[in-house]
């Protein structure tokens, strides 16, 4: 992998996490153009993922140390209440990842067709969201955060945005767009961490096919790439949090659609 391409796929990984356009999506056709594949694209996957927790922890510290400061307070309180709902979101996917990984990681190796057909699906998604005028509701319940999971273990789909899919849930379940990018951001660090820890091991015993068939890359390209896409992963996480309030994610589905088309068509 040459430092312009680590460069490339560090600012799309880093904007398409937060952007309701899908990372894995974007990532997999930058990956697919430049035919990076295997062991170096693994390591490269690991690090930019790392690089985008780390952006939604600078950028939401304030909101994570309410969390944490009210957790200590060993009662339930507003921030206890927010920490379970975040912990009841991990479950579906927890599940995904524990009992269907390697169903997972065949759909990851299927192909760009599945990526353009996940991405007209966040379109509709996304579409859907924005026309649908809910009641809306003052808080997130636990109810509301286990579907919102279902969303988000849905989501391991190669093409269906993580960040749409958890926002347009969460919008069509009627809770405030105000509250949806923040706890959609916060919900998804535990399983990208968990994600990464998991490649990690893949990566170091060298069993997996997909791990050993490709080269190494170089020290200076990993750099390049957390970089890019931890700084424009902070611009991406507080630009969405903006976009969502306003309620403008109907010109994001158009992409998807246009995306998910060149996709099926063109590539």
């Known amino acids: 992998m040459e430092w312009f391409e680590a460069l490339v796929l560090g600012l799309l ?82 599940i995904v990842g524990v009992f269907f990984k390697d169903t997972v990681e065949d759909v990851f190796s299927s192909g760009l067709v599945t990526v353009g057909i996940m991405l007209l699906v966040t379109a509709a998604l996304l579409t859907f969201s924005y026309f649908a005028k809910p009641r809306i509701k003052e808080t997130i319940s636990l109810r509301d955060a286990f579907i919102i999971g279902l969303a988000q273990a849905c989501a391991v789909m190669p093409g269906l945005s993580r960040s749409g899919s958890t926002i347009a849930t969460g919008l069509l379940l009627g809770n405030k767009k105000e ?15 968990g994600e990464a820890l998991l490649d990690v091991m893949k990566l170091i015993s060298g069993n997996s096919e997909s791990v050993t068939a490709g080269g190494e890359i170089s020290a200076m390209a990993l750099i390049i790439g957390f970089l890019a896409a931890f700084i424009s992963g ?9 976009i969502v309030k306003k309620g403008k994610l109907i010109y994001f589905a158009i992409y998807c659609v246009i995306a998910g088309l060149v996709t099926l068509f063109l590539l």
Request: glycine content about 6%.
């Open 234 to 242: 902070c611009l991406a996480c507080k630009w969405m949090i903006n």
């Open 13 to 94: 990984q880093g904007l398409t996490e937060y952007l309701p356009v899908s990372s894995s999506g974007h990532l997999a056709i930058g990956s697919a153009l430049f035919g990076i594949s295997g062991e170096a694209n693994l390591q490269f996957t690991i690090i930019v993922h790392v690089a985008t927790v780390f952006s939604t922890l600078v950028i939401l510290w304030k909101e994570i140390s309410w969390i944490f400061k009210g957790l200590f307070k060993f009662q339930m309180n507003s921030e206890t209440r927010y920490f379970l709902n975040i912990v009841i979101s991990m479950i579906p996917v927890g």
């Open 179 to 193: 509250l949806m990018a923040q706890f959609s951001f916060l919900m998804v660090i535990p399983p990208i961490l």
